[in-house]
């Protein structure tokens, strides 16, 4: 029996000027989402699976979800992937300059954004982290 499609409702995004100063503060309210927002201000676009957050699937759509409602971020479909953008200019036109000093206030030595994950074989991976002889090497050579 063939699997039906279930139509997805679309992302739905607040306008520029329905942005409301107190929603965008309580976004950027959680370190979580700070981080997410300084993440997005030095890359262009991410997907949710490389943000350098250490929490459960779940709460990251969460967080996210606060982000896209207050109007902070943009986020789009692609395939099974959602990307995510700052509107930076959006909330530039709204409030100027307001995000950059919140960034600036925010401590940038705190947290930088990791670099983009890049992909590698698990024997690659185990050569990384345990160097050229990885525990239960002698695994592979029985």
């Known amino acids: 029996m063939p699997r039906l499609r279930q139509e997805k409702e679309p992302l739905s995004h607040p306008d520029t000027g329905d942005i409301n100063l107190l929603e965008v503060l309580h976004a950027l ?7 997410i927002v300084e993440t997005l201000r030095h890359d262009n676009e991410r997907a949710c699976g490389n943000l350098p ?3 459960a699937p779940s709460t990251l759509t969460h967080h996210l979800s606060v982000l896209r409602d207050a109007g902070v971020i ?12 700052l509107r930076l200019e959006d909330l530039d036109a709204r409030f100027p300059g307001f995000l ?3 960034l600036t206030a925010y401590n940038p030595k705190a947290h930088k954004p990791s670099p983009k994950p890049t992909a590698q074989t698990p024997r690659a991976r185990a050569a990384a982290t345990f160097g050229e002889d990885p525990p239960f090497a002698w ?3 029985s």
Do not use: Y
């Open 29 to 35: 309210a959680d370190p979580t989402r700070m981080i």
């Open 53 to 55: 957050v250490d929490v």
């Open 74 to 85: 943009r986020q789009r479909e692609e395939g099974n992937r959602r990307w995510n953008a």
């Open 100 to 102: 950059d000093a919140i």
């Open 139 to 141: 695994l592979q050579n």
